[in-house]
């Protein structure tokens, strides 16, 4: 019996062996010799699962024990990468299982490769979310993740003749070993249908919500470890099944394939993750989807509550709920009306305990991204929720009258409710109302925040906002991926640092050590070329990991400007062709990224990209000195391998834009030095770093705005900057397009006639910039220092102080220690 408990929690070699073995035959039902690659991942991943158990149990009985408070993240989308190597990296058994692993005669990191990545999210949002949950664990804060199972995420991204397709992500097609379903605590959530008043027993006035559909909520679990601790959080995940019974079973009377019809329409709920970023689309299944997770995610709060027999009045103090953007804003109406109609609270209490709850963080200045919900849409499938939202709107403006006595546009533009025209709900405004705190995600941004889209409610209650500096995980985002590195920093300074980063400042003091410079400059060099062999393999590309790796990676998006960078690449080359013997440092340019479906302009980016390295990558009058590609499919997995090996992060965006950035963190964390503009993050870093570690350019936010309001005319930049031109000539001629002047006219055009992010007016500045990194790089042990204190000086950008700012100024929480 005692044996049968070591091999589910013992941590050596041989005992791990065994466990995989063990789990291969009684899980996977395989002899060694007969397992395939992925039943290998699978008895791995259990084996790796069952080590985490315990703390799992523990943390669990250890919370319920001290009646903790608990932080819920609720967010439509957690981007959290592949498990196991995280969860080997915080259970401190990497080398042991890799020893393990290899001792059969198996790849390890073949193995670890073969897990399909939980791809449930776009990009930045859904991956601060992901880090966000690995610091909670780590700092021992008791919290939980809410979102949505869906059954498939962010499509995968092929290159079929230079162009984006999208395949289906099929990441559940061979198991999930990390989740757990938990049918017994499903819950119900309804739509449709309408609403009467009546007078209950007690002679009370009531609202009846008389839906019209329902369906069921099933939760899945997964472990969330944190670093080197007992604590494991958990990811809450709702998937949608058919309701138990509705109406159905009189409804469907006899009628089989009605009754089935029901149930694939009910499943459908939960298929798909909406693959726009940054693009507000008022479709129907959307509004669904955050209603269904947000309204499970609440009842499952009220459930823990009443299991611990705890008053309605304590949920303010049980709970603290936070809103990733206004994709869960919903939450404000949901929780009013189960406090108001199911729990019979009075509405000013309600309307306490609603306010104390909830905070909302901002993530986009954008104005096609903030989501309005058309009026008819939402009373369609929300009928109680809009009156709820009536009268919370009826009772805010009268605030706002009070205040600002006769002036009625600022009640109009204040209002949840846009009249101007067709009548849309206002999601950031319900938001804004509903939460004690709200916050921007960089300095720079929150600022903006108050100037800009949230200025009126900044004016009328300016103690509720906050700024919070996004962060990022140094455990998957240094340790797990750049292991050479953390090998080398750690012999230096110990490993406290992957814990408190700021440790990372002691590195300064080897920074002149020319014995650890080359150290330094070693692991970069093996890091590019292991990402190199990547590219040969993938993509039958030779890159030189001598050259000095450009690299540009996030989502396609003209506000980040990928065709900035592009027109950087054909200046350079044009300047080669016009002068073939042009000294420059060799240069590697690499994009990743995928482009929203429907949007054009993105996907015509990658084909001039992807055009471009086609031309440039051919021409032998080049060859050396330029080289270009376009990395398909960047998801977590894919991004490990390319921060470690990059010399310079490109960071671009039009200033005022980009409200925080995270990749430039994992850019620069990874030893990049950074180009970019004045924009989100990079203000912040730059600070850190030090602008004479910083390649910055570009108008910066108040230029901006100037220039765009003395009117912006792209055309005058073209004709008084002969690069420039010629760069965008060599584009419209059809040089990179085999003689095709359509194929980029669309993106010529727009850049030469609108150009609303400012490429043309940046260009010079941007080019200019790209010289000084170029001249930069010849001077290797200068690059090399300032390589090492960007790395150095990053603590502040760990996910951890993240979390410690939100525990301390918006969720009041502690950490409770599990032992
Ligand atoms: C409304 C819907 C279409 C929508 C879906 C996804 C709207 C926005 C998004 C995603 C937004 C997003 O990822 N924003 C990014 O958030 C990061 C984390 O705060 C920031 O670092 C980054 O600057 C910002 O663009």
Request: charge should be negative; proline fraction near 4%; include cysteine.
């Amino acid at each position: 019996q005692i044996q049968v408990e070591e091999d589910r929690i013992g941590l050596s070699p041989e005992i791990l062996r065994r466990a995989f073995l063990d789990n291969l035959f009684y899980i996977q039902g395989k002899p060694l010799a007969l397992a395939t690659k992925n039943d290998f991942y699978i008895a791995l991943a259990y084996t790796v699962r069952d080590r985490m158990l315990h703390c799992w149990n523990s943390t669990a009985s250890t919370y319920t024990a001290r009646g903790s408070r608990t932080v819920c993240y609720l967010s439509a989308e957690f981007l959290m990468g592949p498990h196991l190597g995280n969860n080997l990296i915080n259970l401190g058994i990497y080398d042991q299982m890799k020893q393990a692993i290899e001792g059969l005669d198996l790849d390890f990191e073949e193995l670890i490769a073969q897990e399909e990545e939980p791809g449930l999210g776009n990009g930045g949002l859904g991956r601060l979310a992901a880090c966000y949950l690995d610091s909670l664990a780590t700092l021992e804060i008791p919290s939980m993740g809410y979102g949505i199972r869906y059954e498939f995420g962010i499509f995968d991204q092929e290159i079929r003749d230079g162009w984006q397709v999208e395949i289906t992500d099929k990441w559940l097609r061979y198991g999930n070993p990390w989740e757990l379903p938990r049918p017994e605590w499903a819950v119900e959530i309804k739509f449709g249908g309408y609403t009467e008043p009546f007078t209950d027993d007690q002679g009370r006035y009531r609202v009846r919500w008389i839906p019209a559909w329902s369906v069921k909520g099933v939760p899945y679990d997964t472990p969330i470890l944190g670093y080197q601790v007992n604590t494991a959080n958990t990811l809450r995940l709702w998937k949608a099944e058919a309701p138990e019974s509705f109406d159905f079973e009189a409804f469907n009377q006899g009628n089989y394939y009605r009754a089935v019809q029901e149930k694939v329409a009910s499943e459908n709920l939960t298929k798909v993750l909406y693959p726009n970023d940054e693009k507000f689309e008022g479709k129907q299944l959307r509004l669904q989807q955050q209603f269904f997770f947000v309204s499970c995610s609440l009842q499952d709060m009220f459930h823990i509550l009443e299991r611990q027999q705890l008053p309605l009045e304590a949920f303010p103090q049980k709970f603290t709920v936070q809103l990733n953007d206004t994709h869960p804003a919903i939450a404000v109406a949901e929780l009013m009306r189960l406090l108001v109609d199911k729990y019979l609270v009075e509405w000013d209490k309600a309307w306490d305990i609603t306010q104390q709850t909830l905070a909302y963080t901002n993530h986009t200045l954008l104005p096609e991204a903030l989501e309005k919900w058309a009026l008819d849409l939402f009373a369609g499938l929300l009928p109680r929720h809009l009156e709820i939202i009536y009268e919370i709107n009826a009772r805010f403006l009268d605030r706002v009258r009070l205040k600002f006595v006769g002036d009625a546009e600022r009640t109009a533009r204040m209002s949840l409710i846009d009249e101007q025209g067709a009548r849309y709900i206002r999601m950031a405004h319900l938001a804004c109302v509903g939460s004690h705190a709200i916050n921007g995600v960089a300095a720079l941004h929150s600022e903006l925040l108050k100037q800009t889209v949230l200025k009126d409610f900044y004016e009328f209650f300016p103690e509720k906002f906050s700024n919070k500096t996004n962060g990022v995980t140094p455990r998957r985002w240094i340790a797990l991926s750049n292991p050479s590195m953390t090998k080398l920093i750690t012999s230096k300074i110990g490993s406290g640092w992957i814990k408190h980063l700021d440790q990372l400042r002691q590195l300064e003091s080897f920074v002149g050590d020319i014995e650890f410079q080359r150290q330094w400059r070693e692991s970069k060099r093996s890091n590019k070329q292991s990402l190199a062999a990547l590219v040969k393999n993938r993509l039958d590309i030779t890159i030189d990991p001598d050259s000095l790796f450009d690299v540009q990676s996030k989502r396609i998006h003209e506000y980040k400007r990928q065709h900035l960078n592009a027109l950087h690449i054909v200046t350079l080359y044009d300047s080669i062709k016009q002068n073939p013997t042009l000294e420059i440092t060799p240069r590697t340019f690499i994009f990743g990224g995928k482009a929203a479906p429907g949007y054009y302009m993105a996907k015509l980016m990658i084909k001039l990209i992807t055009a471009i390295a086609e031309v440039v990558n051919g021409d032998p009058d080049v060859r050396d000195r330029i080289k270009v590609v376009f990395i398909p499919d960047y998801n977590v997995t894919n991004s490990q391998p390319v921060y470690p090996a990059a010399d310079l992060s490109e960071q671009i965006s039009t200033a005022g834009l980009e409200a925080s950035g995270t990749g430039n963190m994992k850019f620069a964390m990874n030893g990049a030095l950074t180009i970019g503009t004045l924009d989100g993050a990079n203000v912040e870093i730059r600070e850190e770093v030090g602008a004479e570690n910083f390649f910055l350019f570009g108008l910066i936010t108040e230029e901006v705005a100037a220039l765009k309001e003395q009117g912006y005319n792209p055309w005058d930049y073209y004709h008084s900057n002969d690069a420039l031109k010629a760069a965008i000539d060599l584009i419209a001629s059809g040089h990179f397009s085999h003689g095709d002047r359509d194929l980029f006219k669309p993106l010529v055009d727009k850049l030469l006639h609108h150009d609303p992010f400012l490429l043309l007016a940046d260009y010079a500045s941007y080019i200019e910039c790209q010289t000084k990194v170029d001249q930069a790089y010849r001077d290797t042990q200068h690059w090399t220092r300032m390589s090492i204190l960007n790395a150095a000086r990053m603590g502040k950008f760990s996910s951890d102080r993240s979390i410690r700012d939100y525990c301390k100024e918006i969720w009041k929480v502690q950490p409770i220690e599990v032992l």
